[in-house]
């Protein structure tokens, strides 16, 4: 089993829907996670952090279930620009960061 | 202010032949990270340096790879005899702080490096 696991997706929504994803971790010691946004062919960014008490911004929401050892990102009001992958980062207990392989948002009009 | 730069932006080489890539971090960011990513993957780990450590490089996979960082400045990546198993992006990151510190960790990626093996 992969240490961060990710659907890849791709996942087709129509602009303005709800769409959320799941990233799963297989190390309960793991600290710190993070979403990243990676645009085709471009290098990856920052999305959000998420808190255990869960964390929003602006359209996306953040949460983490620590007992079923995952986190979720849900986007409300998608946009066109909100194609991407997203990257799930987990730090874990040595301090060292494990990518997942990411998600393939395309919306659509 | 400028970001992280990695050169060159492409390179084409043959099989066999040996590459250096180079990181310019963001000025004051003590840590420094490789990754590789090849077509449709995720970020693979290849080697990180904070401040005067000696670097973490266990995610280099093969001796023909290493890389080499002077303080809190520029990086080098050095790939070896290089395979056509090593074409992909190789992208750069640095962070204010690093492991096992408080602050922010937040990571910063060049644009990234595009290697094509013949």
């Known amino acids: 089993r992969k240490e961060v696991e990710q659907d890849p997706g791709p996942f087709n929504v129509p602009e303005g829907a709800t769409v959320a994803f799941n990233c799963t971790y297989s190390?309960?010691?793991?600290?710190?996670f993070f979403w990243y946004r990676q645009d085709c062919r471009k290098e990856p960014k920052l999305l959000m952090s998420v808190y255990s008490s869960g964390n929003e911004d602006g359209r996306f929401t953040a949460q983490l279930n620590r007992a079923s050892q995952y986190i979720s990102l849900l986007i409300r009001d998608s946009k066109l620009s909100d194609s991407a992958t997203y990257l799930c980062v987990v730090r874990d207990s040595n301090y060292q960061l494990i990518w997942g392989a990411g998600t393939k948002l395309i919306i659509k009009p | 202010g400028a970001g992280v730069s990695q050169s060159p932006s492409n390179k084409v080489t043959e099989k066999g032949k040996d590459v250096e890539l180079r990181c310019d971090p963001i000025s004051g960011h003590t840590a420094l990270y490789w990754y590789r990513q090849r077509l449709g993957q995720g970020l693979e780990f290849l080697i990180y340096f904070q401040g005067n450590s000696a670097p973490d490089k266990s995610g280099l996979p093969s001796d023909r790879f290493s890389a080499e960082r002077t303080g809190e400045s520029v990086s080098t990546l050095t790939i070896q005899r290089t395979q056509q198993e090593d074409s992909a992006v190789y992208l750069c990151?640095?962070?204010?702080?690093?492991?096992?510190?408080?602050?922010?960790?937040?990571?910063?990626f060049g644009p990234g490096t595009r290697l094509t093996v013949l």
């Open positions: 990151a640095s962070s204010k702080n690093g492991y096992g510190t408080s602050g922010s960790y937040e990571q910063f």
């Open positions: 190390n309960s010691a793991s600290q710190s």
